[in-house]
């Protein structure tokens, strides 16, 4: 049964419930319907399949049947470090693919692991990461938003999607952005190892951040596989582009920019593009 192997080796970590159905609409969304029903933290949903999959910004999630890791972990979170789950799995995530794979994918703020290009080519996206919270209502809507307590736990639902074993020839529409898992590594991967690395991997870190708050070595495991600090770099605000080099992340996960100006911005959300050196 799909998932057998995950739940025995994850037995005694907080994510041995793993839950593993052949299609489903969204993963994410399922696990906030979970939570929401007061499920508690430690859920893994694993589906072969999306039809509703969901990346940043409402953009969709496509991928072969069976081809990649569709995964939601349903946490709780105190809400001091909430906003630092994402690292936490992104950094996982390169940890199981190395262990698995044998190659280190990096990390493209704020949630993308890539392959890095060669100077001539493009970074090419091998999986994402999306995370929806569902937080505490405090304050009466007149009275605007109100941020919870930092040890008041919220809901975080983290979403994965990550290629794995995707065939020789991609769409052309995705033949220059995106790359599998199985494409670097010269052979096929077995979803489930890497799913247990992965899980295994969150347990360590998600652990020390809840417990050590600041002191957790999240920061310096995400620095060391980042794909975009030193890097030139273009962010789309919506309305204007900003053009610099990264330079830095702050104790919340924010992007420190140098623009071209000489001016240093903090980006709390935006899309980044990696540029060439000039």
């Known amino acids: ?70 995964v939601s972990v349903l946490l709780r979170p105190p809400a001091e470090v909430a906003g630092l789950v994402t690292m936490a799995v992104s950094v996982a995530a390169a940890t199981a693919v190395h262990q698995v794979a044998g190659f280190a994918p990096r990390i493209k703020w704020p949630n993308d692991l890539v392959w890095p290009g060669d100077g001539s080519a493009p970074d090419r996206k091998l999986g ?3 995370a929806e919270a569902d937080w505490p209502a405090r304050s009466p ?14 809901v975080v639902v983290v979403g994965m ?41 969150l347990s360590a870190g998600y652990t020390e951040l809840v417990q050590q708050r600041g002191e957790s070595r999240l920061f310096a495991d995400w620095r060391e596989r980042s794909a975009t600090l030193g890097n030139r770099v273009r962010v789309d605000l919506g309305a204007n582009d900003l053009t610099g080099t990264a330079v830095d992340i702050t104790a919340e996960g924010h992007l420190v920019v140098r623009t071209d100006e000489g001016d240093r911005r903090t980006i709390a959300v935006g899309d980044v593009v990696h540029l060439r050196p000039l």
């Open 128 to 130: 994402g990461v999306l």
């Open 1 to 70: 049964m799909p998932g057998d192997l995950a739940r025995r080796a994850l037995a005694g970590t907080p994510f041995a419930d793993v839950r593993w159905v052949d299609e489903t609409g969204s993963t994410n969304a399922d696990a906030l319907a979970l939570a929401r029903q007061g499920a508690p933290e430690g859920i893994v949903l694993v589906a072969d399949h999306q039809t509703a999959g969901r990346g940043r910004q409402g953009r969709t999630w496509e991928a072969p049947a069976a081809a990649s890791l569709l």
């Open 141 to 154: 809507a007149d009275a605007g938003w109100s941020p919870p307590p930092p040890d008041e736990r919220v």
């Open 161 to 201: 999607g990550l290629n794995i074993n995707w065939p020789d020839a991609l769409p052309d529409e995705l033949r220059d952005i995106a790359i599998a898992a199985n494409h670097v590594a010269g052979r096929t991967l077995d979803r489930e190892a890497v799913l247990i690395a992965f899980l295994e991997a």
